[in-house]
């Protein structure tokens, strides 16, 4: 046969594999639960309309979410992207989540472990599985234990203090909007950087890796948000990462070096606190003492780095909402400010003070604590994905089984946070629903996700944001600075678009993060 006959061949085959391909694809879900399912387009076309109704790069938990509302869709639903996306399972109960996170910790779903290798390393904790991430595990988890969270609380205050709050001032003597991301994030990096590595960066080296996990982040928004996106600007992003994440190693990897000689040589000074990258350097040096191999650095450099681009960018996203959140709801910022004078102090040094003494009094910030948790309700910053083990085909779920095999299992967190039977009036922010006991469901509040994989950070990620909001909104009332309110709601599931536009539709990057940068004015609070 001929090249130009099997060429022939092929064109003539091709059209018929794909039509039985689709049929036997198409036919899958056929008893499922679902949105309206077209045999020609599967959900292709239904999900295009969706992601339609928001502006670009939305995150796609809010697509889910619309999806369930608007087909009144419970528990469970399936979604066939055929052949553009993997066939999606979506849990969108507590109890479904629970099942992949808690009762049974399901493996990540390949696409988890690809995208997030790519970015920050494949020997990374998040990206990690198995026994793997047992090891990784057992080697990180210490650097989070409460005495390493009590060490960090006065650096917070000190970071806040010394970077925060002059730069807030600085832009409340011009009135100049500024993006509150870019702020935040140099306090929340200097913040992280400190808790992971120890010791200070200097200023050039905390530029250059914020320079560096930036260049990271844009590429892991261009790759999110796949559609739309010029080949050629995705490759320039690709080499800007590839350029910064070589530079991110090759600092880290010296630095690691100075660490473990400090280690071994017996002249590592504690009096500073020791860091998640010490504990790992002791963890390592115990197992296998001498020198570290170059596998070994590797997994502390992709786990170090893992740890500085993740913790910093959900923690700066939820910092920048709950500002947002507070800008639109005078009432609930004046109650957290009534709540830090009468807890702490109504003067500022006298809060510094008392913070210094007595640290553990911000667990009496009850308010506080629930306008986080309100605003993390609204905004979730993580996604998960996972799939099930080998050899395992459904999930079981209130009596029934659901087949399993082959699908990007996504508990969505978005979705049952927006549930108006778990969240009463669930587009209205009223960080009250956290202060009646037993009134929110254990299950029902999962932005640091659940189970044996659930956030290392949270409690960091929450004593954070509580020191950082004592010190600061006495001093300041904020504004978002562009907003256009909308006359009709987008989505079925919220009308937060009818106070403050576009803002309430989380921005698609390696987290949900605000959109346009959180462009914020501050004035000086009277
Ligand atoms: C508000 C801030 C934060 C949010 C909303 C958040 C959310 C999440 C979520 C949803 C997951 C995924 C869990 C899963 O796949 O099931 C996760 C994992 C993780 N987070 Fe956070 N996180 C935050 C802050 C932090 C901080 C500050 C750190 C550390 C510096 C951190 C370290 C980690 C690690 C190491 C994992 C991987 C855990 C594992 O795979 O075993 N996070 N986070």
Request: hydrophobic letters at 40%; a positive charge.
């Amino acid at each position: 046969m001929t090249i130009v006959s099997l060429l022939y061949l092929l064109v003539g085959v091709s059209p018929i594999w794909f039509g039985v391909r689709l049929i036997q694809h198409r036919r899958l879900y056929k008893d499922l639960p679902k949105p309206p399912h077209s045999f020609l387009w599967g959900h292709l076309k239904l999900f295009s309309d969706v992601m339609k109704l928001f502006p670009s790069n939305t995150a796609l938990s809010v697509f889910y979410t619309t999806i369930a509302r608007k087909y009144e869709l419970r528990d469970i639903f399936y979604l066939d992207l055929w052949p553009f996306g993997p066939p999606q399972m979506v849990l969108i109960a507590p109890n479904a989540a629970d099942q992949v996170t808690v009762v049974k910790t399901y493996p990540l779903h390949d696409e988890v472990p690809r995208f997030v290798g790519s970015l920050l390393g494949d020997k990374s904790l998040p990206a990690a599985d198995g026994e793997m991430w047992k090891k990784l595990h057992r080697m990180i988890a210490p650097g989070f234990r409460p005495s390493s969270l009590r060490q960090m609380m006065p650096v917070t205050a000190e970071q806040t203090v010394k970077i925060f709050l002059p730069a807030l001032t600085a832009y409340a003597s011009t009135g100049e909007a500024f993006s509150m991301e870019k702020v935040a994030a140099q306090l929340i990096f200097s913040i992280i950087s400190k808790m992971v590595i120890g010791g200070s960066l200097s200023k050039q080296n905390q530029s250059q890796m914020l320079y560096d996990i930036d260049r990271i982040l844009d590429y892991a928004q261009s790759i999110a948000v796949a559609s739309g996106t010029n080949p050629v600007k995705r490759w320039t992003k690709w080499w800007r990462k590839r350029q910064a994440v070589q530079r991110i190693d090759h600092f880290l990897c010296s630095f690691i070096e100075k660490r473990r000689l400090a280690h071994s040589g017996g002249y590592f000074d504690s009096s500073q606190g020791t860091s998640i990258l010490d504990h790992m350097i002791s963890e390592m040096n115990s197992q296998n003492p001498g020198k570290l191999d170059m596998s070994s650095v590797q997994v502390l450099i992709d786990n170090i780095k893992a740890l500085l681009v993740g913790g910093y960018g959900t923690t700066t996203d939820t910092l920048c909402f709950i500002f947002i959140m507070l800008s639109f709801h005078p009432n609930v910022m004046a109650r957290i400010r009534r709540e830090h004078s009468q807890v702490f102090s109504a003067d500022l040094v006298k809060t510094q003070e008392i913070l210094q003494t007595t640290p553990n009094k911000t667990t009496e910030l009850l308010y506080t604590t629930a306008v986080i948790k309100e605003t993390l309700r609204l905004f979730p910053a993580g996604f998960s994905a996972r799939k099930t083990k080998p050899g395992i085909d459904t999930l079981q779920y209130k009596g029934k089984s659901y087949p399993a095999s082959n699908q990007m299992i996504i508990p969505c967190t978005h979705a049952i946070h927006f549930d108006p039977e778990v969240f009463p009036q669930p587009s209205s922010f009223d960080p009250e629903r956290f202060l009646e006991p037993n009134k929110v469901p254990r299950d029902a509040w999962r932005p640091f996700e659940r189970g044996a994989r659930a956030c290392l950070g949270q409690e960091l990620a929450m004593e954070e944001l509580r020191i950082v909001l004592l010190l600061t909104v006495r001093n300041f009332d904020l504004e978002c600075a562009t907003v256009e309110a909308r006359k009709m709601p987008r989505a079925p599931f919220t009308d937060l678009d009818l106070l403050m536009g576009d803002l309430a539709f989380q921005e698609m990057a390696l987290s949900a993060k605000p959109r346009g940068g959180a462009m914020m004015k501050v004035t000086f609070a009277i």
